[in-house]
């Protein structure tokens, strides 16, 4: 089934500690994002891919890198996580950067104490 | 700064209709999203306005106004399945989106 794979689907994690996030699309996507979701706010981008070997920072990029290694992957690091990173992390694609529809991934649900 | 205007939670009755409204202030405009997320899943593309007007799709339409900076998002003849959260997301001058916070609409029978 075409689209996009998140893992985990959820995870605890001790604060201090190292954790990637993984997200794999196979419809051949240019455009990769990192969102996270949090009550009462909107979608705020991480970080995003507008093609494989290039990546930028969004609106809040602090504590997290990435790496668009190839098409496929687009993992999302938290070199040392913080309770404020407690989160649903959405990955997305598009066919291209500019004003194409969002496919997202089913979302990983990280909780950091 | 940017944003995106929407009411937090709204209540209509199965069959019904309701209007989900959005109101923007972006710097520049090239489009505005509509998803439907349900609980606990991912948000999925409803529709997309580019041009001032309606845009119908089934029991779905989207309603745009540049010069207001709104739009709406219309439900015809509710159903139980259409519970969720509404997102309305706005694509400024730099092709980056703004979302709002979404609208939770409860259906009741």
Known sequence: IAGITQAPTSQILAAGRRMTLRCTQDMRHNAMYWYRQDLGLGLRLIHYSNTAGTTGKGEVPDGYSVSRANTDDFPLTLASAVPSQTSVYFCASSASSGANVLTFGAGSRLTVL | ?109
């Open chain 2, 1 to 109: 700064g940017q944003n995106i205007d929407q009411p937090t939670e709204m209540t209509a009755t199965e069959g019904a209709i309701v209007q989900i409204n959005c109101t923007y202030q972006t710097s520049g405009f090239n489009g505005l999203f509509w998803y439907q997320q349900h609980a606990g899943e991912a948000p999925t593309f409803l529709s997309y306005n580019v041009l001032d007007g309606l845009e119908e799709k089934g029991r779905f339409s989207s309603f745009l106004s540049r010069s207001k900076g709104y739009s709406y998002l219309l439900l015809k003849e509710l159903q139980m399945k259409d519970s969720a959260s509404y997102l309305c997301a706005v694509m400024d001058s730099n092709y980056q989106l703004i979302w709002g916070a979404g609208t939770k609409l409860i259906i009741k029978p």
